[in-house]
């Protein structure tokens, strides 16, 4: 569909099609963060610390987006075998790397500031899973983070000059003079999917009739959000995103944050 809307606006204005769903991926990443920062002030609104809370948040996110892009500068220096600036300052972002950035300043933030740092990572892994939600959508029309090629009737094609379609050209997969790639599975719907069905269950368990204890919501999120993309990436078919002895480095990341959040939920029971 993303491809589809891109080719008649495409057509319709004469802007490329791919310029088209760029646009349309910065526009919902953006709609995306800022309703998660509107929710989470609203959880704050009877925090004396509200202000103090919301520094934080805002003083965070450059950080998020330098952790969004320290894993493909990693991973293109490991191929490449050396780093260069280049390597630096182009390359894609991984919401993983910028996911843990952000909730890893904002725990130091606020310790540094001596704040008790749950009110804040709360309110934010709550609404994390809807802000995410239509940064995957975003994703769908910037046509990143696409599915393996598939036949079934889901399938959708992206337009010339997408992530997929020179993906599969450089493979050799596509006849000569294709202007759309393979069917890929809508990896980005599912997750999108996904993210709104892992919202709806940490609403329930924060609306409930018994408080959560502090962190419990924030680990609830890191465990949900890891079993969810651990399983979606099997779906993945964008070779970027790095395989590893038959698992994507996300897999690797979202199996390291169980143990984490394990460990971390085993520590704060033996203090309590």
């Not at 050209?169 to 000569?176: A, E, I, M, V, Y």
């Not at 003079?177 to 069905?197: D, F, I, K, M, R």
Request: include cysteine.
């Amino acid at each position: 569909m993303g491809g589809f809307l891109a080719f008649v606006l495409s057509r319709a204005t004469g802007v490329s099609a791919f310029a088209i769903l760029e646009a349309g991926y910065l526009f919902l990443s953006l709609i995306g963060l800022a309703l998660v920062y509107a929710f989470v002030m609203r959880e704050l609104a009877g925090n004396p610390d509200r202000s103090r809370y919301r520094l934080l948040f805002l003083l965070s996110l450059p950080l998020g987006l330098a952790g969004a892009r320290l894993i493909p500068i990693v991973q293109d220096a490991f191929i490449a075998g050396r780093l260069t600036w280049g390597l630096v300052t182009h390359g894609g972002l991984v919401f993983y790397g910028g996911g843990l950035a952000v909730l890893g300043a904002m725990y130091l933030g606020c310790r540094l500031s001596k704040l008790p740092p749950w009110p804040l990572l709360d309110a934010v892994c709550l609404y994390a899973p809807l802000g995410h939600a239509f940064g995957r959508l975003g994703c769908f029309f910037g046509g990143c983070c696409f599915g393996a090629p598939t036949e079934c009737l889901v399938g959708v094609r992206f337009p010339a000059a997408s992530p997929a379609f020179l993906q599969h050209r450089s493979l050799g997969l596509l006849p000569q003079g294709a202007v759309a790639s393979l069917p890929v599975h809508p990896s980005q719907l599912y997750e999108t999917l996904g993210n709104l069905a892992l919202f709806a269950l940490l609403a329930l368990l924060a609306k409930g009739q018994r408080p959560l204890p502090p962190a419990r919501l924030t680990a609830y999120y890191l465990l949900g959000y890891a079993a969810l993309r651990f399983t979606l990436e099997f779906w993945r078919g964008d070779a970027i995103r790095g395989i590893y002895w038959g698992l994507s480095l996300s897999q690797y990341v979202a199996l390291a944050v169980v143990l984490a959040t394990a460990v971390a939920a085993l520590s704060l029971r033996e203090k309590t």
